[in-house]
């Protein structure tokens, strides 16, 4: 519910405002924030982490997975440095680079990189809410 909430105040000052909007993802921002190359793995709760790896210069590689917390722990051990709150939740032995969160210039780095494009949703699990199986009299 985040997400919606978010994107539709930022719908709102666009266009109340006029200003242009950029698409990031937090994967992205942090790191940006924890420098390159890196993989980051952000805590997903329920026992799982959306992780994604970023090479040299900052491109992704790969797109960005949700992983359970024993699959979290294999994919770490492949690499090096690794960033995020998924890190910690995953295995509580390793120690995350960088901050938890990105950093404010991690982000105007980004969007000054980026071109204008539109906001949207990026749903990497299936939703809890499910239709009753029988309907409500």
Do not use: C
Request: glycine fraction near 10%; proline fraction near 7%.
């Amino acid at each position: 519910m985040g997400q919606r909430v978010g994107i539709a105040f930022a719908k709102g000052l666009v266009m109340g405002t006029g200003a242009e909007t950029v698409a990031l993802t937090t994967l992205e921002a942090l790191a940006e924030t924890a420098g390159y190359p890196v993989a980051v793995a952000i805590d997903a709760r329920r026992g799982q982490a959306y992780t994604q790896r970023f090479g040299k210069r900052g491109g992704a590689k790969g797109t960005a997975k949700v992983r359970d917390y024993a699959d979290t722990r294999r994919w770490m051990a492949k690499r090096s440095r690794v960033a995020g709150s998924g890190v910690s939740a995953a295995d509580p032995s390793r120690n995350a680079v960088g901050p938890l969160v990105p950093s404010a210039a991690a982000l105007l780095r980004l969007t000054e990189q980026r071109h204008v494009s539109p906001l949207r949703t990026l749903y990497m699990r299936a939703p809890d809410a499910k239709p009753p199986s029988r309907p409500a009299l």
